[in-house]
Every structure is written in structure tokens, then in C-alpha cells.
Nanobody, 125 residues
């Protein structure tokens, strides 16, 4: 089991940037694939990005590709989501999640085992 805590959310103007962090506890993090998801009010939770346990493989939703970058530091037990060129439609609660096996990326929430509590990102126009 992996315990996850997100941070770094906030309010930013359109075109701005934010970097989200997801701090993990538990040795299992090193061998876990990690995903970022988001959920806007009245909408279902949607996939944003994922990264393999080594960091060698990444995957992005088409709506964020080229603007967001997922990375991880297995020494610091942290995964990051760098968000640039933010748009009002990026406004949501952002969650990180972990899954096994660590080399298999997934875009479906049900394929993840552990979740953080979420951090709010608000982009004003």
C-alpha cells in the first residue's frame, strides 16, 4: 500500500503555470506506476498523465499533451506534474494515484489502487 499526499494547487491566471507534487510513503512507491487524474464539478474523474516506475515511459491525455509534464524522483518518493499554458478548462481537483505492476501505464481510475486526497487547481480567464 502507498500513502499519497498532493500539494501545489492554487489559483492562477490563464497562461500561467503550476507544479503539483505527490509525496508518497511506503517502499512500494519505487515499484509503482503513478497516474494523475482530475475531476471538475459535475464531471467524472478523468485521466491526465501517467508515468512508469522507472520514469522511462509516460502517457498523456490529448487535452494536456505538450502543456503538462509528469516526472518522478524515486529517491525523494515524489511524483510531479508540471502544468504550463494553463486554461480555464484545466480547473479541477487533481489527484495522484498508484498501481502495480509499475511498468504498465493505465488511464482508467479503477486500475489504480491507492489515491491521494486531491489538490484544487483553479485557472481564471
Amino acid at each position: 500500500q502507498v500513502q499519497l499526499v498532493e500539494s501545489g494547487g492554487g489559483t492562477v491566471q490563464a497562461g500561467g503555470s503550476l507544479r503539483l507534487s505527490c509525496a508518497a510513503s511506503g517502499q512500494a512507491f519505487t515499484y509503482s506506476a503513478m497516474g494523475w487524474f482530475r475531476q471538475a464539478p459535475g464531471k467524472e474523474r478523468e485521466f491526465v498523465a501517467a508515468i512508469s516506475w522507472t520514469g522511462d515511459d509516460t502517457e498523456y491525455d490529448g487535452s494536456v499533451k505538450g502543456r503538462f509534464t509528469v516526472s518522478r524522483d524515486n529517491v525523494e518518493n515524489t511524483v510531479y506534474l508540471q502544468m504550463n499554458s494553463l486554461k480555464p478548462e484545466d480547473t479541477a481537483v487533481y489527484y495522484c494515484a498508484s498501481r502495480f505492476p509499475g511498468h504498465v501505464l493505465a488511464s482508467i481510475p479503477d486500475m489504480y489502487n491507492d489515491w491521494g486526497q486531491g489538490t484544487q487547481v483553479t485557472v481564471s480567464s
